[in-house]
């Protein structure tokens, strides 16, 4: 392996050690990763330019984390009593896409769905709202940055999951 390639590889590591971003990179990558094994020469990487994330990017990561002890908790049977309160700025957070009404109602609808949670009167209903909310999750992924819908699709509790 030459010290281009090598150097190459460690590029790709470094992108993929970031947060998965809106655009779906993971073919390209695993593309270049096998063009880099191969000695082939490695094409230019669009990749390896990082734009800052935007404060509704910072946002989003912060209650994928934050959600996924949720997660835990509700299926602990434990409902919360509140939802973070800077999950509200998902109205007003500055995004790199451009956003229109359509993401207005559906965070709106998200921020129902947090609060939903908090009503559950047991662990079945905890876990029910708690799904519904990663729906509205996955409903404004699907319209718009569907980069991380895998990674949110696997939020959902699982029927028979403990
Ligand atoms: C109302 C629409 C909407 C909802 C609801 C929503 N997202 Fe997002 N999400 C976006 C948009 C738009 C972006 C892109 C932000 C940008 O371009 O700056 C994004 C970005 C992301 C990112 C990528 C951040 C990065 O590193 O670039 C992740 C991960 C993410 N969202 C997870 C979630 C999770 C988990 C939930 C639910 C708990 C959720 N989102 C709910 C619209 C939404």
Known sequence: MNRFSKLFIGGCLIGASFFVACQQESNSETQAAEAATKDQAPQPKK????????????????????????????MEGDIPESFPEDFLTIHTAKANEKL??????????????????????????GIKAYNNMVGTCASCHTIYCQGPLPKIRKMRIQEGES
């Open 100 to 125: 229109n009404e359509t993401f207005d109602a559906l965070a709106k609808e998200y921020i129902k769905n947090m609060e939903a949670i908090t009503k559950a009167e047991n662990r079945e209903e």
């Open 47 to 74: 990749e390896l330019e990082m734009n800052e994330p935007s404060e509704l990017a910072l946002l989003m990561r912060s209650m994928y984390d934050r959600n996924l002890a949720l997660k835990k908790q509700i």
